[in-house]
């Protein structure tokens, strides 16, 4: 494990941190997914998650709790712990992002399929999105229990969910399907490679956070301003979604 680290190898990190602490996927999935779907890719996800063991299920929830605490904090102490929601919630995202990162450990196999990588990683996204949101609206009801406005709270999770959860899954398929291998003749490039992730889920949480709390009036004012800053998430969205095209389709012309 601490070879993988050193080379910026977070795929192995995270399989063997896995079987270190005999994290091994139920046999039993906790509802059983029925019938024929015109969805593959989607039911493929779904049935991933629900054989999660009860601790995978557990540290995500936890994480959302501790990211939504964090948000209060920042308003009731410093804004410097708003930097610290979405690093914290990209481990989640590196948990719902497996199903894509099994694709990219097996790259012969994707050349059987009858679509292009673009439209594969796709479809492999939606489900982590969904996903990653449903956690999100944990850290936002959090927040409202927790802080002084539960109104604030819950407005700013209403407008920054959706994006916010697919910059933060895009983050982590970058991250997980990195081959620390790549660069090695250029090692500074591999280490900003794998450091971007970690950097734009950071500001990712940051941005919605601090507009909400530097902007002045009402939660009408603060959710309006926070409104505008989904822009940039959406850009970071976009971007990740190039990269993971990119970087998929290449491994494919290499593997033929």
Request: glycine residues 8%.
């Amino acid at each position: 494990m601490r070879f993988s680290a050193s080379v910026q190898d977070l795929r192995t990190v995270i399989l063997l941190r896995r079987q270190l602490a005999s994290e091994h996927p139920r046999r039993r999935p906790w509802l059983r997914v029925r019938g024929a779907s015109a969805h593959p890719i989607w039911r493929r996800d779904w049935q991933s998650y629900l054989r999660w063991p009860v601790v995978r299920i557990v540290r995500v929830v936890l994480i959302a709790v501790a990211a939504g605490g964090l948000a209060v904090g920042g308003f009731d102490l410093t804004p410097v712990l708003f930097a610290l929601p979405g690093p914290l919630l990209l481990v989640a995202a590196l948990d719902l992002i497996e199903p894509l990162a099994q694709e990219s450990d097996h790259p012969t196999r994707r050349l059987q399929l009858p679509f292009t990588s673009a439209v594969l990683i796709r479809r492999h996204l939606v489900a982590p999105v969904v996903a990653m949101a449903f956690a999100l609206a944990i850290a936002t009801v959090t927040a409202a229990i927790a802080g002084g406005d539960p109104g604030l709270a819950l407005g700013v999770g209403a407008v920054v969910f959706l994006p916010l959860a697919t910059v933060l899954v895009c983050a982590a398929a970058v991250s997980a399907t990195n081959d620390p291998y790549e660069f090695v003749l250029t090692p500074q490039l591999g280490q900003a490679l794998s450091l971007a992730p970690i950097v734009v889920a950071m500001i990712a949480g940051f941005l919605p956070l601090f507009i909400a709390w530097k902007v002045e009036g009402g939660d009408g004012a603060r959710v309006s301003g926070v409104f505008g800053g989904d822009l940039v998430l959406i850009f970071f969205a976009l971007v990740g979604f190039a990269g993971l095209t990119y970087r998929f389709e290449q491994r494919e012309k290499a593997a033929m």
